[in-house]
């Protein structure tokens, strides 16, 4: 009998590795660093000829038969007469089962080894123990074997070989959990391989399936659930990727990660005040949350609460927990401060840039293409559009003219700006090209500026940009605030202009427009607006395209 026990379980291999794992690394550390010590010290403590001192060849080996004698009786007496219990052993390694197949084997030992051995310290057993999800049910650890050579194909990235291992083994085992969701992540890998929406939306059915099946690990649960939310996310599918999360949260009431997920969820379908109830909820159970706090913050910064917003943002992005790093927070957190003249703003802005959020202080856009000539003010020459400059200043009054026609508020044609962006005042636009798609009623009211514009793709083409006019009232002030994108600049045509009063600084230089003339700024540097004069001052904006810009980039950026 004591022969099986020894054999049960693996307990021999698991003795040994037990040996290997908590006894190597001590072992390995003394041994390894004390025998060549040990070497010095006997050639040190011997004599020259080698026999005063130390054992002759005769009674050296005698000494080991006797030595060797005793070990091989005292491994007799350990298996027949049942001296070490495996079974409390394996007891005692199960905290190191770290890939979640219920016992100890090669790869535990490796994260035993990789951790030291320092197995004292009740946190760190903690970290070991949770090293990996546990994602074997029992009957799925009866074919880890199987299961474990159809996902070795998939981690070596041999996704066809893999999707029909994993196939093969639902259709054997169609209640096996993880034989369905390696199945899953095979057609998430080929979705994204062969870059088709149709694989990845079976992906996120078959994520589904998972968490449907009987007996399913918690942990497989969540992975599945969670990652069929991303994939629905990924394809626009925002309501669904919210039933998903809200069912995740049903399902582990207690993790206030899998909320913290659902709070996003809300910000992507626009709903802020579920949102911020949600993230209330996570922040009165676990107060110094940093991912609750900073989107918490976020979204009182939307609501206006420029004050309030402020120490739920620095807290959170202090915090260091994951999903904080973001430039969005050091974006708004900046922003709040100078709202509330708070000079340590630029002391968050240059954070934001160290972390590589920002190319500069001054130029805090976030969607960017690297490597782009990057400045606040350009000339018309440095662009390359001289011929788009010089039709605009050549038919001003034209544009100024069909420009004032609309501006007759009882037809609603001049929108509120509505980004909040301004301090005080009175700001409208009337917006002829959107994300570089023509509005064609809008072009009804300036037929001529519209006709005039189709000439030239750089901006009518821009995605990432608009053709408007602005109109701006006495007693406005813009915040100081950055454009989405460096991969645009803004052209300003003067139209109707008081003489004081009106200026724009963009970075650390201001100037003043003029009628009939165009000004060119990089608006992914900070600029602000102020409108002190006594009447309306009226301009042209005409985005267009980054002249370093390839044709294949302007073809394929996504629209902002």
Request: hydrophobic residues 30%; positive net charge; charged residues 30%.
């Amino acid at each position: 009998m004591a022969p099986r026990k020894n054999a049960k379980g693996g307990g021999s291999s698991s003795s040994s590795s037990s040996g290997s794992g908590s006894g190597s690394t001590s072992a390995g550390s003394s041994g390894g660093s004390s025998s060549p010590g040990a070497r010095r010290e006997t050639k040190h403590g011997g004599h020259k000829n080698g026999r005063k001192g130390g054992l002759s060849g005769s009674s050296f080996f005698t000494w080991f038969m006797v030595i060797a004698l005793l070990g091989v009786w005292t491994s007799v007496a350990v298996v027949w007469f049942d001296l070490v219990d495996y079974e409390e052993v394996l007891g005692k390694l199960g905290v190191y089962d770290a890939d979640g197949d219920g016992d100890f084997d090669v790869d535990d030992a490796k994260v035993l080894l990789e951790t030291g051995g320092k197995t004292s310290d009740p946190e760190q057993k903690e970290k070991v123990k949770k090293k990996k999800p546990k994602l074997l049910n029992k009957f799925d650890k009866t074919i880890k074997a199987e299961l474990g050579a159809a996902e070795k194909l998939r981690k070596r990235g041999k996704i066809e070989e893999a999707m029909k291992a994993f196939e093969e083994l639902v259709r054997k085992y169609p209640n096996s959990p993880r034989a369905r969701y390696g199945k899953a992540q095979c057609e998430d890998d080929l979705a994204e391989k062969r870059r088709s929406n149709e694989v990845l939306r079976g992906a996120i059915e078959t994520y589904q399936e998972v968490a449907s099946l009987p007996d399913v690990p918690a942990d497989l649960v969540k992975l599945s659930l969670k990652r069929r939310s991303d994939r629905q996310q990924f394809l626009g599918h925002m309501r669904g990727s919210l039933l998903t999360l809200q069912r995740l949260v049903h399902l582990f009431p207690s993790d206030t990660s899998l909320k913290n997920d659902l709070g996003v969820g809300y910000l992507l379908m626009g709903d802020n005040d579920s949102a911020k109830k949600v993230y209330e909820e996570v922040l009165s159970v676990t107060p110094n949350d940093g991912f609750a706090k900073v989107h918490y913050g976020f979204i009182l910064k939307a609501q206006n609460k420029i004050a309030e917003s402020i120490p739920y943002l620095k807290d959170g992005i202090e915090s260091g927990d994951p999903g904080t790093d973001d430039g969005r927070f050091y974006f708004h957190l900046g922003d709040a401060m100078q709202r509330v003249g708070d000079k340590e703003a630029y002391k968050w802005y240059e954070r934001g840039h160290e972390r590589g959020h920002f190319a500069s202080v001054w130029q805090r856009s976030l969607y960017n293409v690297k490597g782009l000539k990057a400045q606040p003010w350009w000339t018309a020459k440095e662009t390359g559009y001289t011929d788009l400059v010089k039709s605009l200043e050549r038919n001003w009054k034209l544009i100024r003219d069909e420009g004032l026609a609309v501006m007759d508020k009882a037809r609603g044609l001049f929108l509120p700006e509505d980004e909040n962006l301004r301090e005080k005042g009175d700001w409208s636009q009337f917006t002829l090209w959107q994300q570089g798609r023509k509005n064609e009623n809008a072009c009804k009211g300036a037929p001529k500026t519209c006709a005039l514009l189709e000439k030239f793709p750089e901006t009518t083409g821009c995605r990432r940009g608009q053709i408007k006019y602005s109109v701006m009232h006495p007693g406005t002030h813009v915040w100081p605030h950055t454009g989405p994108t460096n991969c645009r600049l803004r052209m300003h045509l003067g139209l109707v202009i008081p003489k004081e009063g009106c200026k724009i600084r963009c970075a650390g230089e201001t100037k003043t427009w003029e009628e009939g003339k165009v000004l060119i700024f990089d608006d992914s540097f900070e600029h602000e607006v102020w409108q002190d004069a006594s009447s309306f001052r009226l301009i042209f904006i005409v985005d267009v395209w980054h002249p370093e810009l390839t044709p294949q980039q302007r073809r394929t950026l996504p629209a902002i």
